[in-house]
Nanobody
Framework: QVQIVESGGGLVLPGGSLRLSCAAS????????MGWYRQAPGKQRELVAT???????NYADSVKGRFTISRDIAKNTVYLQMNSLKLEDTAVYYC???????????WGQGTQVTVSS
């Protein structure tokens, strides 16, 4: 069994910061990529940032320069540091984990991020 557990969401003022964490545990091995996606009400789920291996990163244009993704390979954990948050960053943020054993994607349950004054 595999567990994907996210944490760190919450309510923040515009311009504020939050740090999301996602840890994978259980019968999961050879994780080769981890990432964050988000879904706002009435919109499709979209990519926020991904990290492959230890350092190959990819960001949505809307978050470049504001968000930073990082990974602790030993802990099977991925982080998303979100700075200069905007109202339009409000969404449910989902962690995605890509593994070879088993060979499939895993998703977390989602964590709510609300940016509001």
């Amino acid at each position: 069994q595999v567990q994907i557990v996210e944490s760190g969401g919450g309510l923040v003022l515009p311009g504020g910061s939050l740090r999301l964490s996602c840890a994978a545990s259980g019968s999961i091995f050879s994780i080769y990529a981890m990432g964050w996606y988000r879904q706002a009400p009435g919109k499709q789920r979209e990519l926020v940032a991904t990290i492959a291996g230890g350092a190959i990163t990819n960001y949505a244009d809307s978050v470049k320069g504001r968000f930073t993704i990082s990974r602790d390979i030993a802990k099977n954990t991925v982080y998303l540091q979100m700075n200069s948050l905007k109202l339009e960053d409000t969404a449910v943020y989902y962690c995605n984990v890509k593994a070879l054993v088993p060979n499939r994607d895993f998703w977390g349950q989602g964590t709510q991020v609300t940016v509001s004054s």
